[in-house]
């Protein structure tokens, strides 16, 4: 079983393949942001991280963050599957931005289907 850990948080055990922004809403218990309910057109679930960056990514993600000038910066949580041990900051917190709501709740699965490409870095 993968080991999370969330800056500020702490460290959690989470199923294989989960969502990684299920596991920090929902296993880590951070009001981490994910306006469009998780279909990479936002990016506020963006996260930073410490250990652990997968080397591939969905085109989706790749897409959005190269529209936002992020590529290389974040990445975004809920096109990413916890494979394996992993340590995030989490940048957009509902508690920080005031946002009213985390935004739509995200499906179990990866939305749109995921096409994997190589990390471009
Ligand atoms: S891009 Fe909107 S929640 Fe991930």
Request: proline share 7%; charged share 30%.
């Amino acid at each position: 079983m993968p080991e999370l850990e969330v800056e500020g948080a702490g460290t959690f055990d989470v199923d294989e393949d989960r969502r990684l922004v299920l596991a920090i809403e929902e296993d880590a218990g951070v009001d981490i942001m994910h306006q469009c309910g998780s279909h990479a057109h936002c990016a506020t679930c963006r996260v930073e991280f410490l250990e652990g960056d997968p080397e591939d990514m969905t085109e989706a993600e790749h897409a959005l963050l190269e529209m936002r000038e992020l590529l290389g910066e974040a990445r975004l949580s809920c096109q990413i599957l916890v494979e394996h041990d992993m340590k995030v900051r989490v940048l957009m917190t509902v508690s920080e931005t005031g946002a009213n709501s985390p935004g739509g709740k995200p499906e179990e699965e990866i939305t749109p289907p995921p096409i994997y490409i190589e990390r471009p870095y």
